[in-house]
């Protein structure tokens, strides 16, 4: 299980389209666009039509929207968190980046916007998607933070990130490799315990052609 998990945190970006905050036709679409600038711009029109879609829903105070509401809320946010690991994948591999703090706050500065003025509405079904809604918030304020970060320094934090990560993988393999320590000291204390049976038992009589009872002197 660690081992997997720290192979996921090191795949590359496109896999988390594969997650299902994407529709397969959105995750095809993903996976047609390599370029870095491209791509954020393609998650940013993923990211306005889920808004879109929930202030179609909230504008109509129906019953049951709730559902439909925190799973838009859902797919926004991760939607917003692969914009982040985009950017982040960008830096590590030192592809030029400057044009992407400025294209992803014009998209996500709208987008808080529309969510703050849900949340400022206080509808009456508020309490079903509250959380969902901080969420939403809380991780496009994030991502906000981190496009106006110095590049340069976002940079050098990114690549030790991955640095520690990959050193992390390389651990796990080296240790699923190596038997434990407790898993040697349980062979010793076996083979120990057997020894010491065998010095236990009486010792075996040399093997003999006389019947029982017959006297080996012949008297």
């Known amino acids: 299980m660690k081992r997997l998990l720290a192979i996921l945190l090191l795949a590359l970006p496109v896999l988390f389209a594969q997650r299902d905050f994407l529709t397969d036709t959105e995750v095809d679409k993903v996976r047609d666009t390599q370029e870095p600038a491209e791509r954020i711009k393609l998650y940013l029109s993923f990211a306005r039509q889920r808004l879109d ?4 829903i909230m504008a109509k105070d129906r019953p049951g929207r709730s559902g439909d509401v925190r799973q838009l809320l859902e797919q926004y946010s ?110 010793a204390e076996a083979a120990a315990a057997n020894a010491a049976a065998d010095a236990a038992k009486p010792p075996r009589k040399p093997p003999t052609l006389y019947r029982p009872g017959e006297n080996p002197d012949g008297q």
Do not use: C, H, W
């Not at 879609?53 to 179609?56: P, T």
């Not at 044009?99 to 969510?115: C, D, S, V, W, Y």
């Not at 009456?124 to 809380?138: C, G, H, P, T, V």
């Open 53 to 56: 879609q929930l202030q179609s």
């Open 78 to 187: 991760g939607i917003i968190d692969a914009i982040d690991t985009v950017s982040d994948d960008v830096l590590t591999r030192k592809v030029d980046a400057s044009a992407l703090p400025a294209l992803i706050a014009e998209g996500e500065k709208k987008f808080l916007g529309q969510l703050e003025k849900i949340q400022n509405s206080a509808p009456r079904d508020l309490d079903m998607y509250d959380f969902e809604l901080k969420e939403a918030i809380a991780t496009t304020g994030d991502s906000l933070e981190l496009t106006n970060e110095d590049l340069g320094a976002r940079g050098k934090e990114v690549g030790a990130k991955v640095q520690k990560e990959k050193k992390e993988v390389a651990d796990v393999n080296k240790a699923e490799k190596k038997p434990s320590a407790g898993t040697q000291a349980d062979v």
